[in-house]
């Protein structure tokens, strides 16, 4: 059993900051990609950032030059840093991480966080 658990959200002004946070444990044997993904109500889910073992990324168009993802694979965590926040950014901000639980697993199942509201104040 795999848990992704978040933390950082919150009521923030615009441009203001936030940083978010996310921490993976349970039955891992590796994680590939890590991710951000948020939802506005009435919305779809979108992509915010993802992040790949080795490092390479890749940023929705609207946070690109504001959000930054990194992460510390020793302790399968991974984190947003959101600068220039704008009242659009308000959502719900889920973790995903990309899990193989055992050698023996060739594949990777995808795993998502509760979600952590961000509200950005006009």
């Known amino acids: 059993q795999v848990q992704l658990v978040e933390s950082g959200g919150g009521l923030v002004q615009a441009g203001g900051s936030l940083r978010l946070s996310c921490v993976a444990s349970?039955?891992?044997?590796?994680?590939?990609?890590m991710g951000w993904y948020r939802q506005a109500p009435a919305n779809q889910r979108e992509l915010v950032a993802v992040?790949?073992?080795?490092?390479?990324?890749n940023y929705g168009d609207s946070v690109k030059g504001r959000f930054t993802i990194f992460r510390e694979n020793a302790k399968n965590l991974v984190h947003l840093e959101m600068n220039s926040l704008k009242p659009e950014d308000t959502a719900v901000y889920y973790c995903?991480?990309?899990?193989?639980?055992?050698?023996?697993?060739?594949?990777?199942?995808?795993?998502w966080g509760q979600g952590t509201q961000v509200t950005v104040s006009s």
């Open positions: 349970g039955s891992i044997f590796s994680i590939n990609g």
């Open positions: 992040i790949r073992r080795a490092g390479s990324t």
């Open positions: 995903s991480a990309d899990i193989r639980s055992s050698p023996s697993q060739t594949y990777e199942l995808r795993y």
